[in-house]
């Protein structure tokens, strides 16, 4: 029986420890395993690991995975999009699957509040066979059924980490929001959803993107990545300069789209205000409960606002996402943003780096 | 020069009194002066008369009326939707107009919003010519690009006023939202707004509207309209237990549309947790400013909410309504809500009943 | 080894035989064995029958059909809405299904496009195990996967038949194509389809619906099912004085909506014209192949339509149909369409009848 | 009374004549006079001059115009946008306006069909006062309403000419189209349509655009313009090969998305042939009536088809494209197309060159 090592989360705000789990010794048909290749440490995880999230442990956490298939399960010889798949390959694969015939999946076609979904490095036990259901660890085991993806040669590691699940939750927020061709665009937040919501706005159509965020060298990142005016919240502290800044910078309107990257319950009402009367706010960082803000729901009906909520993505946001990353790699290069490496043993500080903002995308590279 | 009463609203809280102006002498091009014949008391009169909004006093009240053509500026021969227009005629209008070629009006696309309204009955002092721009008033003076409407001889002045501006700012907001063939929808609210929504939606393609509010005789009302379930507040006084209820008639998920006509900002984070994930809110009853409530955006995003303001209505929204109005007398019964008919000199007993909630509509008959 | 019957067809166009087939000695897991009830026979039939579409033969028709649960494979417990199964269950079920992850169905989110679709009574040869895999038959064999409806005691077998499949593919293109609140909608045709997308539109929000069609008796039932207006194609010969006499009954500006359910290829550009400027028009009874018909582009510009189509429908539309049929047994019963019944051995009798229109909707009982 | 220039088509196919006209002596409140600064040549200009749309003569042609202001009427002192208006401003401006309060523009939204509108170089006499209402000429006088837009400094004549009302056509028919973000989307046609449509499509987050026209010139504008892949007509003769290839680009499946800009009736069957199943395709390209082509009404239905029109543009189109054009010099350099440039006493070689398809644009440049 092979073993190999993971870092587990045991307890909360304790320390990772690196332990040793036997690998599964058969592929059940349609499974996969594979080798890690690097783990992208997302902001959730550090609300995983301060206990800020109900989740069940012990756990191996990391749902932001590139990996090199060692074993295939019987029938399983093509990725989600068709491509054949073989041994040595590179791979991601989305986190969670939906079932795809309950009512949210079949009725009412909101996959991503299917029930049944249940997501690797997040919702699974590792001191369970198969254990490997997370990124920080050398192996990855994949349920049957999972929507593997093979990484083209062309697209490095780097920038599918780079993007991390921040991308794909951009795509399908945007997607449930539209954006019109030529519309102005505020993106509250300059974090890795910030910036991924800033990519697919600017090509997506949007006339001119606003960044409100900080500190500077985000803004930096945000102007890297095509961002026609930043907004540094560490200069213009007070909500109404900002929104008189937004409002200023759109002929007085405000942003025809308004788009949270924050999580911050305070940057809502704030980002309200930021849009044009019939404009549109995609709340996108309300991940976690960050708790209750005051809000005035008078401001909804008088400024005939259009608020969406958004909640995790689909497979086919993944494929568009590699495709993205892809077709744009100088214009929007979310390889440069993998800035810290960790090995396996370092995963505790991985997730301070990620924890104190230090590394713009910090990444476990089991090897 | 010929002169005429109207009841004026001089100082917030205090008693209507009924002042003499005179009559304007003669019309400007595109102007048109009306008898009135009925002149609804709506909820935000209510709010008026408190100073609840910051209009310049004195005002002649009213923003719901129907009156008889007495004279027509030069060019005036048609109605908005094309119908000859002639002395005698029985008439309603839009209280307020667009200016049709502004920010809002041509490039949003979002008239309701433009910066030029001005509503008779709230906009207008009373102390300056023409003095008659408000429905509390024996006669109505018109500005030219008053969007007017002939009323057909069979449909009963007391159906457009029972319907009154809730039926247009309900089909109005309900256009904007969208309700989709057989969705489940919820109605917060059974006064006028609520009604209007209710009758709106059963119309629409709603496959069950549950009608949520209070007292008794409202929800009775709702019954007549064609609510298929209603939950009275008065027995469910807590929030969870009227989510509970609702619920248990969904099949457990939700509803597919929840439209809040309340106007407390309460019922908006109660609503929210109505919807089913991925569901809809429409805030529409929030036309006056209720102060803040404390909400939790994280609701927004995990339940994939969409969330949508609508402000008042457009003058084809008065057409259908008055379209809506003559093909369903039976089954939405807006003239049955007229309950209470007062003099001009009675305006404040008007006010004080429709305050009370003691009428279903309280009018002013002008004599 | 029992044996039952079902009604074969061997050879285009000519007589169906009645013949003898092993009924399967156990279920696949998930696969479920019923006893037909009744079977509709669909225009598609007829079109099958003639050999306009090309299948492999022999083969069992019939795609509309209720029987009654004998036999259930293991793990097949609910229905596709949740509802538990048991044997003697009454059941419908969508004749195709598709396979849930291919580029149209998730991806395109086309899932009536799915390339793995095959349809019972239509692409299935009964000489092979397991045989029985049309309606026209004592027995029907249910594949795994197949969403399976269980039917609500108090709707009749008749209503879910005499709507059939012409009222799921009506739900479904009009979802496509958008009813709003009080449009004018134009259905042509008044067969099984068109009688279908009358009620759907009607209970969609349509403020009125204009039936062209024929014959006589046919618009007698489309006022039944609640048309506004009916004309006759056998008075009004002529596409011009079809189109005049729609303009007139819209104000002369054509409708909103305009739902081919003809098959016809002339009715298509004829329907174009009796849409307003700016109108959307849904060719929804081509099925099959009619073959070209003149058609100028320009008119699609000119005024600015838009041309839809749709194909087949989803489990979701069946479920809807059941719930909508159950609600409205009075407004819109098409149980009452069910005029002529046969038996299996008379299958040819109620093919001729549907092709020479003699039948609202035959049907085949199969004992 | 001073007199001015203007090159007039006084009978179909016929040569036009320089003609002198009395310019107005006075400007009517709201209207202006501006001096000629360059006229482009429009496609349809050539269909107008051939006799092939029913205009009345004798017609000053030109409906892409800009222009110095030489004299405001009283009270225009903004234009469209907002921005102050003064003598010497280069302005441009919309051929069409709509009334505004119609069925059309206040009803359906449909402004574009409104009745009411009559263009500036198609729908006037120029043997009438004020004579000058064509580009082709030394002046232009502007009605009342008209939409004016004064040109930034920075953005050059040639550019609002070489985009022309080819670019606000574009905008408006994707609009009502919509591009998914990632989109593959074709486009028929590399004339003046096509590579506005390229463009737009382009900077609206499509990720392909394949180009099908010709001649080979052509085709290297639309790679210049950013067309990914281009299909040469003249090399693939026939529309199955052309279809074959546009499968080919796209996985198989068709595009997303199909522009028709063409206008030849044939192009509109092998379009819809370009779109994969569940696509849309829009007629933009058949302004002018070319005549009926054989089409199959199935293929709407089993490929489950969108097909849009779209007619003329809106102001706030022309607003867009100025911006467009500004915000995107290099990347569609549309200053580029005017390729030729006449004198007013040559334009009938400027309709020549235009018409044999030997220039990109051609221009008169009226001193």
Same mark, same amino acid.
């Given at each position: ?35 890690t ?5 997302c902001?959730?995880? !550090?609300?995983? #690991? ?10 191996i956490?990391?749902h ?15 990725? #989600? ?21 309950? &009512?949210?999946?079949?009725?009412? $076609? ?9 997501? &690797? ?19 990855? &085991? ?16 780097e @920038?599918?980490i780079? @993007? ?18 030529r ?6 937040? @300059? ?16 006339a ?9 060298? $985000? ?6 990545f ?30 025809d789209?308004?788009?949270?990257? !924050? ?23 309300? &991940? ?22 958004? #909640? ?9 996402a ?16 993998v ?6 043993e370092?995963a ?8 104190? #903002? ?10």
């Open positions: 029986m092979q073993v190999a090592k993971a870092a587990v989360l045991e307890e909360f705000n304790g320390r990772l420890g690196v332990r040793e789990f036997p690998l599964p010794e058969q592929m059940d048909p349609g499974a996969a395993l594979v080798r290749v690097m783990a992208g440490i902001g959730t995880d !550090v609300h995983l #690991w301060k206990g800020q999230m109900p989740i069940a442990l012990p756990v956490l990391g932001e995975t590139v990996g090199r298939i060692v074993q295939l399960g019987d029938g399983l010889e093509r990725d #989600w999009s068709g491509q054949p798949l073989n041994i040595g390959d590179r791979v991601t694969w989305n986190s969670a699957s939906s079932c795809g015939h309950c &009512y949210y999946c079949a009725v009412k $076609r909101q996959p991503t509040r299917c029930p049944d979904r249940r997501a &690797y490095g997040i919702g699974y036990r590792c001191d369970q066979a198969p254990h490997f259901l997370g990124g920080y660890a050398e192996f990855h &085991y994949l349920h049957p059924h999972t929507t593997i993806f093979k990484i083209p040669d062309d697209l490095p590691t @920038a599918v780079g @993007a991390g699940c921040a991308l794909i939750t951009a795509i399908h927020g945007i997607e449930r929001t539209g954006i019109a061709w519309d102005d665009v505020v993106v509250q937040g @300059a974090g890795p959803v910030g910036l991924a919501a800033l990519a697919v706005a600017k090509s997506a159509g949007a001119r993107v606003i960044v409100v965020g900080g500190p500077k060298g $985000r803004l930096e990142l945000a102007k890297k095509g961002a026609d005016h930043t907004l540094d919240v560490q200069q213009l502290r007070e909500p109404s300069q900002r929104i008189a800044a937004v409002g200023e910078l759109t002929g007085g309107h405000g942003a789209v308004v788009i949270e990257c !924050v999580g911050t319950p305070s940057a809502v009402p704030e980002g309200m205000e930021m849009c044009r009367d019939g404009g549109k706010y995609l709340v996108l960082g309300h &991940y976690c409960d960050g708790g209750p803000v005051s809000f005035n729901p008078h401001v909804v009906t008088r400024k005939q606002l259009q608020i969406l909520g958004s #909640w995790s993505s689909e497979p086919r946001h993944l494929q568009s590699l495709e993205f990353l892809r077709a744009h790699p100088q214009e929007f290069p979310f390889d440069s943003l800035t810290h490496r960790f090995t396996l370092q505790n500080e991985a997730l301070v780096t990620t924890a104190r #903002w230090e590394s713009a995308k910090s990444v476990i590279v089991a090897r």
